[in-house]
């Protein structure tokens, strides 16, 4: 699965390679194709105004999405809660010439009513007043509805950003993308709660269709039965996907809501820099124990200094050094054996698909797929196999065996 990774991350950033991509759908266009050479091409999108695929030149977003060799870091408080917070959380993070921009929730969309539900306007008059003591800085937060857009207008804030909560829904999007059309707001789009990469191509899509340019979108995790150690659901194949079929994007990741832990947002971190992503969204607050929201996922600006200073910026060279090019041929060939056994093992369910339909035999059987789940996971485990990563495989692997036998 990592060669997998790796391969994608090949397609995804070797500059010498385009990607193929033989529709002009967005979704079909993102079906992983058969690739005969290191040579692909790509067909020009045709839907006016939607510039989803590869040119030549990564598109220059503004100044705050830049395209270069360093992550885009923008980092402050969940919500604001006062003056005095934002203040000094403003200070502190203006001291650090890597943060692009400060992020400040406003208006908090909470699952259960009852709490803090943040300050609204009075909050942005406090963004307006620190913004004309501290200059450079610019500022960011959510926007969920054409009223939320006015209003940042009105108290010049940067940059806007559309919640998991809001992404999910067409018509919420919709309304956003005609509000924010023609204005100065750079927009940030995090992935939809669900996990959905159409759904998150869509909302792109809607901002893409009124003219907005100034985008960049945001993972932040998604919300799954099963999220084992973190709050949100990583599924980093989403974003990658997402990646290879908007690669001109800017593509930032929010640690912070996906571990939802303090110490799993540097690990998260150095995760999504090695996955090539283009920058971090994080949590910091000054004092994250007494936060009124997201208390246990906020960093102290110092944590964040720390966390930036160790966080490793990968180079992605088109020809690196022989022995990773060596490497990597090793992986493409495992790989390709990988996809071989599984169609063999697909050919397999079929054939006992049949017999099961001939016996008239329910096709999911519980107790089996105990055995098999529970055997799968102890050989994974003396292979020094993670069990949550051989849970998932196999899950989808049977998931797809009953699919093929319906
Ligand atoms: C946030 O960034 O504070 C937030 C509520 O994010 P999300 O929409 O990712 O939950
Ligand atoms: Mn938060």
């Known amino acids: 699965m990592t060669g997998v990774l790796h391969r994608l991350q090949d397609f995804l950033y070797n500059g010498e390679k385009e990607l193929i991509l033989y529709s002009n759908n967005p979704l079909a266009s993102c079906q992983p194709q058969q690739v005969e050479s290191t040579t692909y091409r790509t067909v020009p999108n045709q839907q006016k105004n939607v510039s989803l695929h590869s040119e030549k030149q990564p598109c220059r977003m503004n100044k705050i999405f830049t395209v270069n060799n360093k992550p885009t870091i923008i980092a402050g408080p969940c919500s604001i809660e006062s003056e005095q917070q934002l ?152 974003p990658i996907e997402l990646k290879r079929c908007m690669p001109n994007l800017p593509l930032l990741c929010d640690p912070s809501h996906i571990g939802g832990r303090r110490d799993l947002v540097a690990p998260l971190s150095q995760m999504a820099l090695d996955l090539h992503f283009d920058g971090l969204l994080i949590e910091c607050h000054p004092d994250p124990d007494n936060a009124l929201t997201d208390s246990a996922q906020q960093i102290t600006p110092t944590e964040l200094t720390d966390l930036l200073d160790n966080l490793k910026v990968r180079q992605y060279n088109a020809i690196g050094p022989s022995d990773l090019q060596r490497m990597r041929e090793q992986l493409d060939v495992i790989d390709s054996e990988l996809l071989r056994l599984l169609s063999q093992r697909m050919q397999l369910s079929k054939d006992i698909g049949r017999i099961k339909h001939a016996h008239n035999m329910p096709l999911f059987q519980p107790r089996r797929w105990q055995q098999v789940l529970e055997h799968q996971i102890e050989t994974g485990k003396q292979l020094g196999l993670d069990e949550q990563f051989i849970k998932e495989l196999s899950e989808k692997i049977h998931g797809e065996s009953l699919r093929m036998q319906e």
């Open 87 to 238: 203040r000094t959380v403003a200070e502190s993070l203006s001291r650090d010439n890597r943060i692009a921009m400060i992020r400040c929730g406003v208006w908090k969309p909470r699952t259960r009513p009852g709490g803090f539900e943040g300050l609204g306007e009075p909050a942005l008059k406090w963004i307006a007043s620190v913004k004309k003591d501290f200059s450079s800085l610019r500022f960011c937060c959510e926007v969920a509805n054409p009223e939320h857009v006015e209003l940042c207008l009105t108290y010049g804030i940067d940059a806007v950003w559309i919640g998991a909560r809001t992404s999910v829904n067409p018509f919420l999007v919709g309304e956003l993308a005609q509000a924010l059309k023609g204005t100065s707001l750079a927009v940030m789009v995090k992935n939809p709660i669900t996990p959905d990469v159409a759904l998150w191509i869509g909302a792109i899509e809607r901002l893409q269709q009124t003219g907005i340019n100034d985008l960049a979108a945001v993972h932040r995790g998604f919300s799954t039965y099963n999220n084992f150690k973190y709050r949100n659901n990583p599924l980093w194949e989403i």
